[in-house]
């Protein structure tokens, strides 16, 4: 950890940014096996929120890998790193006021008990999300061809082949994806907000 730093406080307090934007922040993290659907699920569901005129941003498991972890590999401490970093983002955006939307697998249970830990913290709300599709049918989509490539061995460190998913034990939502559908799983997350009073209940 760095030395000769001190935090600097700004004058901007929480119910001054909270009046302005007239929201509320929180992190939604969607949790899940490659293929799971939970990309798909965030892209829908930034795109509804969007349309309800909230602010809201969406951060991609695959896309951060292009500019902010892109130094990062797949190994246990890569996905340990790669994980905390994103805690540490999405709070920051929670605490802009933004519904911010987390799709990533995150296989470890201690590395979502951080992001939320940091969250809770900072008071800001963590919703976890658990997009649970079998094993069976996520092989079944396999829309990348990874795990294909997994089970041939081509692909080391993959998770639920070769490496663990650890399931969320108490999830604020636990979505069927092999039953449930993108446009009900986003009418889910988005009640669960309402009920919650993180938006309100007339712009659902």
């Known amino acids: 950890m760095a030395s000769n730093i001190t935090f600097h406080d700004g004058t901007v307090s929480s119910e001054e940014r909270f009046h302005s934007v007239q929201q509320k922040g929180a992190t939604i993290w969607l949790t899940g096996l490659s293929a799971s659907g939970k990309s798909t699920i965030a892209c829908a569901l930034e795109q509804h929120l969007l349309h309800l005129h909230k ?24 996905r340990n790193e790669n994980i905390r970093r994103i805690g540490e983002v999405s709070r920051l955006f929670a605490d802009a006021c933004c519904l911010t939307i987390t799709a990533f697998i995150s296989p470890y249970r201690v590395d979502r008990e951080f992001a939320r830990q940091i969250h809770e913290k900072s008071g800001l709300p963590f919703v976890e999300v658990f997009v649970d599709a079998p094993l069976s049918v996520v092989e079944q989509r396999d829309p990348k061809g990874l795990y294909k490539k997994a089970r041939a061995g081509e692909i080391k460190d993959f998770t639920g082949i070769s490496a663990p998913y650890e399931v969320p034990e108490k999830p604020e939502i636990h979505l069927k994806t092999a039953e449930t559908d993108v446009a009900e799983s ?14 309100p209940e007339t712009t659902q």
Do not use: A, C, M, W
């Not at 986003?186 to 938006?199: A, D, F, K, N, P």
């Open 55 to 78: 602010f809201t941003y969406r951060l991609d498991g695959d896309n951060i890998r292009f500019g902010l972890n892109k130094d990062l590999g797949f190994d246990e401490k890569s």
């Open 186 to 199: 986003v009418r889910i997350i988005t009640q669960y907000l309402v009920s919650h009073g993180y938006i």
